[in-house]
């Protein structure tokens, strides 16, 4: 990996580059400062001398030597026109008579040749009707010294400075990116096959701990979902082989002995039984897979649910008639919910078809529509055998049957229930079953209702 293109080295240099800079503003910032407070406070002691020495000269001439031997200030020139009227003993050991030029300012700075440096105030005194020219010196050199010190303190400190921090934030980077490597080799093991695997965890609270849960969230639905999979490609295909082998071996043995015309019916017509519980199946996985992908756009709107149950009711009376069973339907005026018509009606279809199907003959069937506590409560009651307790929380699966071969017997697919939750679903609604094995069972639809029936999302 192109080393500009990893997050550490990133790090390490936007770590280094703000430290670096916040470094030098700080070192400048301290360096001025410094400088500034000091020149401020030698610019206050040179005008206090300067006040020491004119106040001096202003009482007379003979104070000078006064102020020179007792008082503070030893570096200063008095003199009127050409004459010299008292120099100091040290101005005249320091030279400081170089330092004069006619460019000098009100006050300049000046360097003795063995180094020494001094800060110089001059001015005009007017005393007794006479004009003195005064300069008064202050030696420099500690401060100069000092700030000299701390230039060099600051900037050689600085690039040992940077380097500890190159190297501290390189290995910080690493630490806190150790977690991202893990990671990283981890899910490159996981594949379809090892889905099992997780994550490793250091800590769930922090933002790679946080991560790592969110991805093991990921991985474990992908396991579900590929389980779920792979589980429905294997019951298919089972369910799929068992009408397939009846076909083969009807077939086979139809083929084995000659039969008469009606003999020959007989086997095509159960053939045909199977090709039928086939397509049925065919159909029930198209649908369910069609649903799921979404490629079925569900379109939802205002549906009076009584006018939907008394349509899937009279589509299977037929079939309840068939069987004398009675079908009932009882519904309350004016429920409404948000549906998608025609897949709520398969749901309803499927429910009222099982009902059918599973009471067994002369028995009744009840469909009823109610309103309570807003939401629309459709059940479906029937009379049959019922369905143990043990088995309510598995028959809305795919495939599953309490008795196989019996529901297989009707031409059940094992899809209907498990259709029939999934639409359900999408209308935010809930199914379950309540039923004692023997005593009929009560399949219940709960769905948000509607107080009308004018559009309000459509
Ligand atoms: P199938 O196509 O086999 O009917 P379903 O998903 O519709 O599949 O139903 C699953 C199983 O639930 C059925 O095989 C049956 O055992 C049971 N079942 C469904 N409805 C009823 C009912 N009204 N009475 C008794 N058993 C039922």
């Not at 501290?168 to 977690?179: E, V």
């Not at 379809?192 to 093991?216: I, M, T, Y």
Request: charged share 25%; glycine share 8%.
């Amino acid at each position: 990996m192109n080393p500009l293109r990893s997050v550490r080295t990133r790090l390490t240099l936007w770590y280094a580059a703000s430290l670096a800079t916040l470094l030098l503003v700080f070192s400048l910032s301290v360096y001025f400062y410094l400088r500034g407070g000091l020149q401020h406070a030698l610019d206050e002691d040179l005008q206090q001398r300067y006040t020491i020495v004119e106040n001096g000269l202003n009482s007379s001439l003979d104070q000078l030597s006064e102020v020179e031997d007792h008082g503070a200030v030893n570096l200063f020139l008095v003199t009127e026109g050409e004459n010299v009227v008292h120099q100091t003993r040290s101005w005249l050991l320091e030279g400081l008579d170089a330092s004069m030029t006619p460019a000098s300012g009100p006050r300049w700075s000046w360097s003795a040749p063995q180094g020494q440096m001094f800060h110089l105030l001059q001015g005009e005194v007017i005393s007794a009707e006479r004009k003195f020219h005064l300069v008064v010196a202050q030696e420099r050199t500690l401060v100069e010294a000092g700030l000299a010190r701390l230039r060099w303190a600051l900037f050689s400190g600085f690039p040992i400075a940077l380097a500890v921090a190159v190297s501290g934030g390189g290995w910080l980077a690493r630490r806190a990116l150790a977690p991202v490597g893990d990671m990283a080799a981890r899910a490159r093991a996981i594949t379809a096959e090892r889905l099992s695997e997780r994550l490793p965890v250091r800590d769930p609270h922090d933002e790679f701990g946080q991560l790592a849960v969110v991805f093991n969230a990921t991985f474990e639905r992908l396991q579900q979902s590929f389980e779920q999979l792979r589980r429905f490609t294997a019951d298919a295909s089972h369910e799929l082989r068992t009408p397939l082998t009846v076909l083969r071996s009807v077939g086979e043995a139809g083929l084995q002995k000659n039969r008469d015309a009606a003999g020959y019916r007989e086997v095509i017509g159960s053939m045909l039984e199977e090709t039928e519980r086939l397509t049925r199946l065919v159909e029930s996985l198209l649908t369910l897979s069609r649903y799921e992908s979404g490629r079925a756009p569900l379109k939802f709107e205002a549906a009076d649910i009584g006018v939907l149950v008394c349509d899937v009711a009279e589509c299977l009376r037929v079939l309840a008639e068939e069987k004398e069973q009675t079908l009932r339907v009882d519904c309350e005026p004016s429920v409404f919910a948000t549906a998608d018509r025609i897949l709520l009606r398969q749901a309803l279809m499927n429910l009222v078809d099982n009902a059918i199907k599973y009471t067994p003959a002369k028995g009744q069937i009840r469909v009823t529509v109610r309103h309570a506590q807003h939401q629309v409560c459709i059940e479906v009651i029937d009379t049959g055998p019922g369905i143990p307790a043990e088995h309510h929380a598995r028959i809305f699966e795919r495939f599953y049957r309490v008795d196989a071969g019996r529901a297989r017997d009707r031409g059940g697919v094992g899809l209907g229930l498990a259709i029939a939750r999934w639409i359900i679903e999408q209308h935010q609604g809930v199914v379950d079953v309540v039923s004692v094995a023997g005593q009929g069972a009560k399949f219940r639809i709960a769905l948000p209702s509607r107080s009308t029936g004018v559009p309000e999302r459509d």
